[in-house]
């Protein structure tokens, strides 16, 4: 198994669709942990994998302690719901190697089985052309960090800073790292990093598979198509089942050719992709009204301070831009 070095994954990463979970608040801007936990359950009720204090859980929010909570919070309610095997992905990344390494290993300690880092951004400017820097700071956590690392990039959060094909594979080679997600839209990138991770050489030495993910849906059929295997999407907090069928076809098309799987997936890749936008523009408070509006209320829940909750705007956005993908998701 990945990771092997600092102790193995408790349970197996599974190819496929994976959630980033959003973080419910109360109006006290508290953690809502019954809400969290039924969107956990629901989430993977659908099918897809959990991850957990993402982007979209609002993690650079929370304490060290309520991110220990939340994952807590996340196992019971799998575990409770029958889904034992069920791996949490979690966001551990913080603004120090050394930090980092601290809340993975607490991560571990609460219950986690993988974790997924970003670079901190906050010196962007000092550093976010210096390769070497870059480096180090990836290969001190790979190092040190009892669970198997995920690699994300993500500039938008990272202050511009964008990994490219060479640096993640270079990281692919140490035992500690499992996938990449990629949330900069380089189909052409994960491309690339597929077709080295998934050679028999490569799968020889590393001792397992290796996730390429992209951080969107509105490209999945076609990243599958050219060896990604699945992707971490924010959208499925409000279609997971919908995804998760997009995701099944463009995978059966990819390994067997079937051109009806091709036409219904090419289909509903449409659909997807604009509900994957529409999301994207609405945000972490977007999201959070269309769970609270068309799922079930409080499932979403607050925003916590300063990201803002939907506005008139956002909230006619997401009425009328996710009908259609609603639709097909209250039909699964």
């Known amino acids: 198994m990945p990771g092997a070095t600092n ?5 197996p990463f599974p190819k496929g669709v994976h959630c980033p979970i959003v973080t419910p608040f109360t109006k006290e801007q508290e953690i809502d942990f019954p809400a969290l936990k039924k969107l956990v359950t629901r989430t993977a009720q659908a099918g897809m994998g959990i991850t957990l204090l993402g982007t979209n859980g609002e993690a650079s ?7 220990v909570a939340a994952i807590k919070a996340t196992r019971e309610a799998l575990d409770e719901a029958g889904f034992k095997d069920n791996a949490i992905l979690v966001g551990t990344g913080t603004g120090s190697a050394r930090e980092t390494i601290k809340l993975t290993n607490q991560a571990y300690d609460a219950g986690a089985d993988y974790s997924i880092v970003i670079f901190p951004g906050y010196f962007a400017f000092a550093m976010g052309k210096n390769r070497a820097a870059l480096k180090e700071y990836f290969i001190q956590v790979l190092d040190n960090s009892k669970l198997p690392i995920m690699i994300y990039n993500f500039p938008g959060a990272a202050s511009g800073i964008d990994l490219d094909s060479d640096f993640i594979i270079e990281l692919s ?3 500690n790292c499992f996938g990449t997600k990629l949330t900069c839209a380089g189909i052409g990138k994960g491309t690339r990093i597929a077709a ?44 997971p089942k919908t995804i998760v069928k997009l995701y099944n076809l463009s995978a059966k098309f990819a390994e067997t050719g079937d051109l009806e799987a091709f036409k219904e997936a090419q289909k509903l890749q449409q659909i997807v992709s604009r509900a994957d936008w529409c999301i994207i523009k609405a945000g972490i408070g977007g999201t ?3 769970l609270d509006a068309h799922v079930e209320k409080g499932l979403g829940g607050y925003t916590r301070s300063p990201v803002p909750a939907a506005d008139d705007a956002v909230k006619k956005m997401v009425d009328e831009g996710m009908q259609e993908s609603l639709a097909i998701e209250r039909s699964l």
């Open 196 to 239: 080295h991770v998934q050679t028999k050489e490569y799968l020889s030495r590393h001792g397992g598979p290796f996730a390429v993910l992209p951080g969107f849906t509105d490209y999945l059929l076609p990243a599958i198509v050219s060896g990604h295997t699945g992707c971490i999407t924010g959208t499925g907090n409000v279609i």
């Open 173 to 175: 080679e140490h035992p």
């Open 61 to 67: 929010h929370l304490g060290d302690d309520e991110r």
């Open 7 to 11: 102790g193995a994954a408790r349970r």
């Open 288 to 290: 959070k009204y269309a």
